[in-house]
């Protein structure tokens, strides 16, 4: 009798998380922004440590951007291999060497603030060298600053081989528009974030990033805490191209990055993943139950659809990421320190 109660109630719940999930889908098309009318100059910064699997796309997708006036600054970190400047200027991009002194600051903001040092554009726009960016990406970035104290997009999945960390990395990162839905837990994406300078160069916000290690977490910080608003543009969202080879500690330093800076939405998804592993373990007596999951797996291939084939593999890999997310999530619960390009970074309260 007990248990015909339980699976009564969890069907109903799974109906009610069916429907959450539709209105999710319908409410995700206003995250779309299509007014292009704001081209001032902007200058794009790119970091770069090394040599990733996708770099000549990546820069040529940043040098064909259908926008008048930009100009693109990579910043190599001075312990990379001797030959990619050169390998980067024959390419026919700007190039210059890490140099900003902070102590405390990561690899990837000390990169980033020397980018500034040495660009002049009105609109200061962050991107990844692991990502390849379609032709309008850097306009919708710019133009919808119009409304917006900052702007970000989240990168779709593309792995260079169906490796077991790819696929699971592939699942794992599709979590991530989850915080995108509402405008009150947005997260900036540190391989495509944009402001406007004057904002980014006041004192206080590089004293701020002279002292931190996660560039988006930061810059997330300091636009909300001013009370400003993120906006987040489904459609220009570019690939993420990429060969995981450290998958735990990947996704570890992930959710304990959210653990930390959003903790409600953490608490969230503890919560929502304990109701899909009881929805999957129940799902063989109440087919009901699976349902969450099939709407779950088309909502991301909507998410992906202007990547036609390459949005289903990790639409399908959410079906393990979800847990995978979970446990993971239980077991860095109250950890501090995460591991990032080789270092140790402990976050502070």
């Known amino acids: 009798m007990l248990l015909t109660y339980l699976l009564t109630f969890l069907t109903i719940l799974a109906i009610i998380t069916d429907m959450l999930i539709f209105m999710q889908i319908l409410k995700e098309k206003e995250l779309k922004f299509n007014e292009i009318n704001m081209t001032p100059r902007a200058s794009v910064i790119v970091p770069v440590r090394g040599i990733d699997e996708c770099m000549e796309e990546n820069v040529k997708s940043l040098l064909q951007q259908d926008y008048p006036d930009y100009q693109v600054v990579y910043v190599v970190d001075p312990d990379s291999e001797p030959n990619l400047v050169e390998k980067l200027k024959k390419i026919g991009v700007k190039v210059i060497i890490s140099n900003y002194r902070c102590e405390l600051c990561s690899g990837k903001i ?34 919808a600053l119009d409304k917006f104290d900052a702007t970000t997009t989240y990168p779709w999945p593309k792995p260079t081989h169906l490796s077991i960390k790819n696929l699971v990395r592939a699942g794992f ?49 300091i636009i909300k805490r001013k009370g400003g608003r993120i906006g987040f543009l489904m459609d220009a969202m570019p690939l993420n191209i990429y060969d995981e080879k450290d998958l735990i500690r990947w996704s570890s330093r992930q959710l304990i990055t959210i653990r930390k800076y959003s903790p409600k939405g953490a608490t969230a998804y503890l919560l929502a993943g304990f109701i899909f592993l009881i929805f999957l373990i129940l799902s063989p007596v109440d087919p009901i139950l699976i349902t969450p999951y099939l709407f779950w797996i088309i909502k991301n291939i909507i998410r992906g659809r202007k990547y036609g084939k390459l949005s289903i593999i990790p639409s399908l890999m959410t079906l393990f990421a979800i847990q995978y997310a979970l446990f993971l999530l239980i077991y860095n619960w109250n950890k501090r320190e995460v591991v990032w390009r080789g270092k140790r970074y402990i976050l502070r309260n």
């Open 110 to 143: 000390r990169a980033q603030l020397s980018g500034l040092a040495s660009s002049d554009g009105e609109v200061i726009v962050f991107a990844d060298s692991d990502t390849r960016y379609d032709k309008l990406w850097l306009r919708k970035m710019v133009s």
């Open 173 to 221: 990162w599709t979590l991530g528009f989850e915080s995108q839905f509402s405008e009150k837990n947005r997260f900036l994406w540190g391989g495509s974030m944009a402001f406007k300078r004057d904002l980014i160069l006041r004192a206080e916000v590089m004293d701020e990033l002279s002292r931190e290690w996660c560039d988006d977490c930061t810059m997330t910080r």
